[in-house]
T-cell receptor, first 109, second 113 residues
Framework: GQQLNQSPQSMFIQEGEDVSMNCTSS?????WLWYKQDPGEGPVLLIA???AGELTSNGRLTAQFGITRKDSFLNISASIPSDVGIYFC?????????WGAGTKLIIKP | NAGVTQTPKFQVLKTGQSMTLQCAQD?????MYWYRQDPGMGLRLIYY???????DKGEVPNGYNVSRLNKREFSLRLESAAPSQTSVYFC????????????FGSGTRLTVV
C-alpha cells in the first residue's frame, strides 16, 4: 500500500533554534496535512496544503506542498518549549489519510 | 466543547476476551473513523463511516467490527482480543469523508495480555 517516509525520526534541539522536517512518498497526493500530537492526546491539525507548490504559514510554522505532489516539508522557527511533541505528516488520497511515522521533537534544557 | 469523546481511556484484556470501544462526537460531523497507533508507526485506519448508515474497511480491519449507531456514535468491537491488538486506539470525525479537518479523541490505551 501507499507509504509516507517521514524524517527525521527524532530531533534534539535547543530552544530558539529553527526546525525542519519532511515527508516523501512514492505516490501522488491531492492534499498534504501536518498534525501535532501531545502526550496522551490525539493529533491536532496544524496546516493543510491543497495545491502543488503551495506555501502556507500558521504563526511560527511554515509548510510547503512539493511541486511533484510527492513531498512536503514543515519548518518551525524559533522553537519554544511547548513545541515538543510528535509531528505527523499525512497525505490524502481516495478518501483516506495515509500517515507518516512521526518526528519526535525534543528540546534540550 | 467536548468534541470527540472516547471511553474507556485505559483497558487491560485477557486474550480471547471481547470489548467495545465507544466514541461519540458532538460537532454534527458526518464521517467518523477508527485508527490504531503503534510505536514507531503512523496511524493506521481500521474502519471508517463516511456517513450515517455506512461503514467501510480501512487498512487493518481484521479482528475488528464497527457499528455506526447514529450520527453521533461510532463503536469499535474486538470479538476475541489478541496480544497483537495491544495499541492506542483513536476515534476521529470530520464534516465529510473528503474533508481533511479531522478532530481526534484523546485515545484508548488497550493492553491485551
Amino acid at each position: 500500500g501507499q507509504q509516507l517516509n517521514q524524517s527525521p525520526q527524532s530531533m534534539f534541539i535547543q530552544e530558539g533554534e529553527d526546525v525542519s522536517m519532511n515527508c516523501t512518498s512514492s505516490s501522488i497526493f491531492n492534499t498534504w496535512l501536518w498534525y501535532k500530537q501531545d502526550p496522551g492526546e490525539g493529533p491536532v491539525l496544524l496546516i493543510a496544503l491543497y495545491k502543488a507548490g503551495e506555501l502556507t504559514s500558521n504563526g511560527r510554522l511554515t509548510a510547503q506542498f512539493g511541486i511533484t505532489r510527492k513531498d512536503s516539508f514543515l519548518n518551525i522557527s524559533a522553537s519554544i518549549p511547548s513545541d515538543v511533541g510528535i509531528y505527523f505528516c499525512a497525505g490524502h488520497s481516495n478518501y483516506q489519510l495515509i500517515w507518516g511515522a512521526g518526528t519526535k521533537l525534543i528540546i534540550k534544557p | 466543547n467536548a468534541g470527540v469523546t472516547q471511553t474507556p481511556k485505559f483497558q487491560v484484556l485477557k486474550t480471547g476476551q471481547s470489548m467495545t470501544l465507544q466514541c461519540a462526537q458532538d460537532m454534527n460531523h458526518n464521517s467518523m473513523y477508527w485508527y490504531r497507533q503503534d510505536p514507531g508507526m503512523g496511524l493506521r485506519l481500521i474502519y471508517y463511516s463516511a456517513s450515517e448508515g455506512t461503514t467501510d474497511k480501512g487498512e487493518v480491519p481484521n479482528g475488528y467490527n464497527v457499528s455506526r449507531l447514529n450520527k453521533r456514535e461510532f463503536s469499535l468491537r474486538l470479538e476475541s482480543a489478541a496480544p497483537s491488538q495491544t495499541s492506542v486506539y483513536f476515534c476521529a470525525s470530520s464534516e465529510a469523508a473528503a474533508n481533511y479537518g479531522y478532530t481526534f479523541g484523546s485515545g484508548t490505551r488497550l493492553t491485551v495480555v
